[in-house]
C-alpha cells in the first residue's frame, strides 16, 4: 500500500511538471491580456507535430525540439501581433471569441496537415525504470526538462533587462511606456515565450499520452485548474499549483474516483478554487478605486 501511494506521487511530480509548464504559459498571457488562452494547448499540439516532422526527416532529437521551440515562438509572436493587437482595447467576450476560433481553427489544421491517426512521439530518454521503480526513464527526464525550463525563465524574469521589462509591461503598461518600455513589443515576446513553453511541455507529454490533434485538451484542463489553485497572476504560484494537481489526480485516479473519471478531480479543483478562494493559494486580491 505504502509502496503504491509513493509510487502514484512521484508519478504525479512528473506529470505535474507538465501540468505546471502549461500552467505558467497561461499565467504569462492572462498577466499581459487578463485573459486565458484556450487555444495554448492546441498551440502546444501543434509544435509537437512540428517537432515530430523533423525529427523523421533525420534531424538529432534536441535540434529538432529546438528547431520546434523557435518555430513555436515566432509563431505565439505573430499571433499576438496580427490577431490580438487589433482587440487590445475590443470587450471581453470579443477576445473569448477569437480564443476559442484559434483553437478550433489549430486543431483543424494539425489534422489536416498530418492526420487524425494516433502518432508515437520518440522519447531521448531511457526506457527502463529508475529510483527504484518509482519512476520510468522518461518520467525522470521530462520532470528535470520541466524544472531546468521553469528555473530558466525564473532567472530570465529576475536577473534580465528584458525579463524586467517584460515584468512591468504586463504590471502597469501605462507606467513602463512613460519610462520608455516597448509595451507592445514586450507583449508578443510574451506571447512568444508562453509558445515556446507549451511546444516543450508538448514534447515531453506526447511519448505518454501519444500524439494526436486532441492531445492536449485533458492537459490544459488539468493545467488551468494548477494555475487557478496557485493563482492565476502569481507565475510561481501556477507552477506549484500545477505539481499540487498532478498528484491529486494520480492519488485520487488510483485511490478516489478511478482512472475514467479522473478528469473531473480538474473541474472539482477549478469550481471550489473560484468558489472558496478566487485568487488562488498565492494569488493577490486587486482593490481598484471607483
Known amino acids: 500500500m505504502l509502496e503504491g501511494v509513493i509510487h502514484q506521487i512521484m508519478s504525479g511530480i512528473a506529470t505535474g511538471g507538465i501540468y505546471a509548464s502549461v500552467a505558467l504559459a497561461l499565467v504569462m498571457i492572462y498577466q499581459a491580456t487578463h485573459h486565458v488562452n484556450f487555444a495554448q494547448g492546441e498551440m502546444a499540439?501543434?509544435?509537437?507535430?512540428?517537432?515530430?516532422?523533423?525529427?523523421?526527416?533525420?534531424?538529432?532529437?534536441?535540434?529538432?525540439l529546438a528547431i520546434?521551440?523557435?518555430?513555436?515562438?515566432?509563431?505565439?509572436?505573430?499571433?499576438?501581433?496580427?490577431?490580438?493587437?487589433?482587440?487590445?482595447?475590443?470587450?471581453?467576450?470579443?477576445?473569448?471569441?477569437?480564443?476559442?476560433g484559434l483553437l478550433l481553427v489549430i486543431n483543424s489544421l494539425s489534422g489536416w496537415f498530418f492526420d487524425y491517426t494516433i502518432k508515437q512521439f520518440p522519447t531521448p530518454f531511457p526506457d527502463h525504470p529508475m529510483l527504484g521503480g518509482y519512476l520510468s526513464g522518461h518520467e525522470l527526464g521530462s520532470t528535470a526538462?520541466?524544472?531546468?525550463?521553469l528555473l530558466s525563465v525564473y532567472l530570465f524574469f529576475r536577473y534580465t533587462r528584458l525579463g524586467l521589462a517584460m515584468r512591468a509591461a504586463a504590471f502597469n503598461a501605462t507606467s513602463s511606456r512613460l519610462v520608455g518600455v516597448r509595451v507592445?513589443?514586450?507583449?508578443?515576446?510574451?506571447?512568444?515565450?508562453?509558445?515556446?513553453?507549451?511546444?516543450?511541455?508538448?514534447?515531453?507529454?506526447?511519448?505518454?499520452?501519444?500524439?494526436?490533434?486532441?492531445?492536449?485538451g485533458g492537459i490544459l484542463l488539468y493545467a488551468f485548474a494548477g494555475a487557478?489553485?496557485?493563482?492565476?497572476?502569481?507565475?510561481?504560484?501556477?507552477?506549484?499549483?500545477?505539481?499540487?494537481?498532478?498528484?491529486?489526480?494520480?492519488?485520487?485516479?488510483?485511490?478516489?474516483?478511478?482512472?475514467?473519471l479522473k478528469l473531473t478531480l480538474a473541474l472539482v479543483i477549478i469550481v471550489a478554487v473560484l468558489t472558496?478562494?478566487?485568487?488562488?493559494?498565492?494569488?493577490?486580491?486587486?482593490?481598484?478605486r471607483v
Do not use: H, Q
Request: hydrophobic share 60%; charged share 5%; with cysteine.
Open 45 to 64: 499540439t501543434f509544435s509537437t507535430y512540428v517537432t515530430l516532422m523533423f525529427i523523421n526527416a533525420g534531424f538529432p532529437y534536441w535540434v529538432a
Open 68 to 100: 520546434g521551440v523557435a518555430l513555436s515562438f515566432a509563431a505565439g509572436v505573430a499571433i499576438e501581433r496580427v490577431l490580438m493587437r487589433p482587440l487590445a482595447n475590443a470587450p471581453v467576450l470579443a477576445s473569448v471569441g477569437v480564443f476559442v
Open 145 to 149: 526538462v520541466t524544472l531546468i525550463v
Open 184 to 216: 507592445g513589443w514586450m507583449l508578443a515576446l510574451g506571447w512568444g515565450l508562453a509558445a515556446a513553453i507549451g511546444a516543450i511541455a508538448g514534447c515531453m507529454v506526447a511519448p505518454i499520452v501519444f500524439l494526436d490533434p486532441n492531445m492536449m
Open 228 to 260: 487557478l489553485l496557485g493563482g492565476i497572476d502569481n507565475p510561481l504560484g501556477a507552477v506549484i499549483g500545477g505539481f499540487m494537481v498532478g498528484i491529486i489526480e494520480n492519488l485520487g485516479g488510483a485511490y478516489l474516483v478511478g482512472t475514467e
Open 276 to 288: 472558496i478562494k478566487p485568487t488562488g493559494l498565492m494569488g493577490r486580491r486587486v482593490y481598484s
